[in-house]
């Protein structure tokens, strides 16, 4: 039963969040800052404690909530780490929940990652022939391995090292027993931010939406190809650039702004509730020969982009559909006779809105198309004269390499039919996609040369899909 009811939607792998103070309880911070990131995870969890001397760690499978429902009142220290993840069938195992934990010649050591490191199969290989065991399928693990396996003297420069034969996308938070050391890739591909607790002491997070709770301000982001080290409460966290071959531009993932990120973050300097307004009014005058009735959204992804929408062309936003929030991953499968429309247990239209209506339903993306028609379906079943579907991002016909779940290229509908035929199989009077040009426009405070688009065929950035081809093994996910 379990996919029976998974939205249509690429899904974020992960989210990590550190601290170091010493006026705090971090083990607790963590926790709520894991809480504000669990929508970039929901399958396992973990935090790691250091206090100058011992590690501890706790981690399960399961949201924070419950992996954490005897509370953190054992864990002890000034440091900390600790990391969300979401994966796919198959590598939801316990033994790759992190963060992971080992001890080596420089005593503990703790790492949180959030991305996919594209040549993780080969670098496996070559160690393994050396030797090396490895505990988890997780990428990340190579980089320990690498970096307890380094000659050089200090754990920064040893994380560099081993960063520099690493690709793709990351964001990773690595703890001693005393600092946090953060780094991001070359492209910044990940989101990852600094942030001051106002009791003194520092933060980092995958978004910014976990200061918000645990009493920080967003400071700024960690930049690309930087190292961010953090060892003291009241001292600026030392930066250092690790990459020895920077690339020319960034490619910041657009789809954080379109989909993935919280509304409340702020990534790259871009607010991305205010991102998605734009998407909204980008749509509205890319489709201004549409006259709908009124705009509805796909909740709650859609809502935004559909206030945008409204308040670009003026035509009424309305709440066209209810959801249900309360509906988990299993529940009573309906027998035959009952003739259930799952969708209906999420989403249930609301007839006063939408009868006798030309409705546009702004939703954020369409990766599979198994549930837009099923919405469609509802809203023409409750009255609705006309459904235009407007999609807040141009057609996903290409997979991501760098930490985010797609679905296989084959099962994106738009690798497979043209715009028309999508719009034939869900139902739709029209289908209308914000083009890639109104896209980058709307996350102004980015230059556009410097966002991923690739899963809208505009090409990786880096040579992902080669590197993947080669891959001597499939590749594991954080
Ligand atoms: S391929 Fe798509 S989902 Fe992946 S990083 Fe690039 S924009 Fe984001």
Same mark, same amino acid.
């Given at each position: 039963m379990g996919n029976f009811f998974e939205d249509d939607k690429l899904h974020e792998e992960c989210g990590v969040f550190g601290i170091y103070s010493h006026n705090e309880d971090v083990a607790l911070n963590t926790y709520w800052g894991l809480f504000a990131l669990q929508h970039r995870g929901q399958e396992s969890c973990g935090i790691a404690v250091a206090d100058g001397q011992h590690m501890k760690i706790k981690k399960g499978m399961g949201l924070v909530t419950d992996v954490f429902k005897d509370g953190v009142g054992e864990m002890k220290g000034h440091v900390a780490i600790g990391h969300v993840r979401y994966s796919t069938t198959g590598f939801n195992m316990a033994f790759n929940t992190q963060p992971l934990k080992v001890y080596f010649d420089g005593g503990h050591l703790a790492l949180s990652h959030n991305g996919s490191i594209t040549n993780a199969g080969a670098l496996r290989k070559e160690l393994a022939a050396e030797g090396v065991i490895f505990q988890t399928t997780v990428d990340a693990e190579v980089v320990m391995s690498m970096l307890a396996r380094s000659r050089k003297d200090t754990v920064e420069e040893r994380f560099a090292e081993a960063l520099n034969r690493i690709k793709g996308a990351f964001a990773i938070l690595i703890m001693t027993s005393n600092k946090i050391i953060a780094a991001r890739d070359p492209f910044g591909f990940r989101p990852l931010c600094i942030g001051k607790m106002e009791t003194g002491g520092w933060c980092v997070a995958s978004e910014s939406c976990a200061f918000d709770l645990v009493g920080a301000e967003l400071v700024r982001d960690v930049k690309p190809g930087e190292m961010v080290i953090i060892d003291s409460d009241d001292a600026?966290? $030392?930066? #250092? #650039?690790?990459? +020895?071959d920077m690339p020319q531009n960034t490619a910041h993932c657009i789809f954080e702004y =379109? *989909? %993935?990120? $919280? +509304?409340?973050?702020k990534i790259d300097n871009q607010d991305v509730y205010e991102a998605r307004i734009q998407l909204g009014r980008e749509l509205a005058k890319e489709t201004a020969d549409l006259n709908p009735d009124v705009i509805i959204s796909a909740p709650d992804s859609g809502t935004p982009a559909a206030i945008g929408y409204s308040l670009e062309s003026g035509i009424p936003f309305m709440e066209g559909l209810t959801k249900n929030r309360y509906v988990g991953r299993t529940f009573i499968q309906p027998t035959q006779k009952q003739r259930l429309n799952a969708v209906r247990l999420k989403l249930n239209p609301v007839r006063s809105v939408v009868a006798g209506k030309s409705v546009v339903i702004v939703d954020d993306s369409i990766v599979r198309g198994t549930t837009s028609g099923k919405v469609i379906k509802l809203l023409k079943d409750a009255g609705a004269r006309e459904v235009h579907v407007c999609i807040s991002s141009p057609p996903v016909t290409d997979s991501c390499y760098y930490g985010i779940d797609t679905s296989e290229r084959k099962d994106l509908i738009a690798t497979r039919c043209t715009i028309e035929e999508i719009c034939q %199989?869900?139902?739709?009077?029209?289908?209308? *996609? =914000?083009?890639?040009?109104?896209?980058k426009r709307a996350i102004s405070a980015i230059n556009p040369n410097g966002l991923c688009c690739a899963c809208f065929s505009a090409g990786y950035p880096d040579d992902a899909d080669e590197v993947v081809k080669k891959e001597p093994t499939s590749l594991a996910r954080n």
């Amino acid at each position: 039963m379990g996919n029976f009811f998974e939205d249509d939607k690429l899904h974020e792998e992960c989210g990590v969040f550190g601290i170091y103070s010493h006026n705090e309880d971090v083990a607790l911070n963590t926790y709520w800052g894991l809480f504000a990131l669990q929508h970039r995870g929901q399958e396992s969890c973990g935090i790691a404690v250091a206090d100058g001397q011992h590690m501890k760690i706790k981690k399960g499978m399961g949201l924070v909530t419950d992996v954490f429902k005897d509370g953190v009142g054992e864990m002890k220290g000034h440091v900390a780490i600790g990391h969300v993840r979401y994966s796919t069938t198959g590598f939801n195992m316990a033994f790759n929940t992190q963060p992971l934990k080992v001890y080596f010649d420089g005593g503990h050591l703790a790492l949180s990652h959030n991305g996919s490191i594209t040549n993780a199969g080969a670098l496996r290989k070559e160690l393994a022939a050396e030797g090396v065991i490895f505990q988890t399928t997780v990428d990340a693990e190579v980089v320990m391995s690498m970096l307890a396996r380094s000659r050089k003297d200090t754990v920064e420069e040893r994380f560099a090292e081993a960063l520099n034969r690493i690709k793709g996308a990351f964001a990773i938070l690595i703890m001693t027993s005393n600092k946090i050391i953060a780094a991001r890739d070359p492209f910044g591909f990940r989101p990852l931010c600094i942030g001051k607790m106002e009791t003194g002491g520092w933060c980092v997070a995958s978004e910014s939406c976990a200061f918000d709770l645990v009493g920080a301000e967003l400071v700024r982001d960690v930049k690309p190809g930087e190292m961010v080290i953090i060892d003291s409460d009241d001292a600026e966290p $030392r930066s #250092m #650039m690790w990459c +020895n071959d920077m690339p020319q531009n960034t490619a910041h993932c657009i789809f954080e702004y =379109v *989909y %993935f990120a $919280r +509304n409340d973050s702020k990534i790259d300097n871009q607010d991305v509730y205010e991102a998605r307004i734009q998407l909204g009014r980008e749509l509205a005058k890319e489709t201004a020969d549409l006259n709908p009735d009124v705009i509805i959204s796909a909740p709650d992804s859609g809502t935004p982009a559909a206030i945008g929408y409204s308040l670009e062309s003026g035509i009424p936003f309305m709440e066209g559909l209810t959801k249900n929030r309360y509906v988990g991953r299993t529940f009573i499968q309906p027998t035959q006779k009952q003739r259930l429309n799952a969708v209906r247990l999420k989403l249930n239209p609301v007839r006063s809105v939408v009868a006798g209506k030309s409705v546009v339903i702004v939703d954020d993306s369409i990766v599979r198309g198994t549930t837009s028609g099923k919405v469609i379906k509802l809203l023409k079943d409750a009255g609705a004269r006309e459904v235009h579907v407007c999609i807040s991002s141009p057609p996903v016909t290409d997979s991501c390499y760098y930490g985010i779940d797609t679905s296989e290229r084959k099962d994106l509908i738009a690798t497979r039919c043209t715009i028309e035929e999508i719009c034939q %199989f869900i139902g739709a009077d029209s289908l209308h *996609y =914000v083009s890639m040009e109104g896209m980058k426009r709307a996350i102004s405070a980015i230059n556009p040369n410097g966002l991923c688009c690739a899963c809208f065929s505009a090409g990786y950035p880096d040579d992902a899909d080669e590197v993947v081809k080669k891959e001597p093994t499939s590749l594991a996910r954080n």
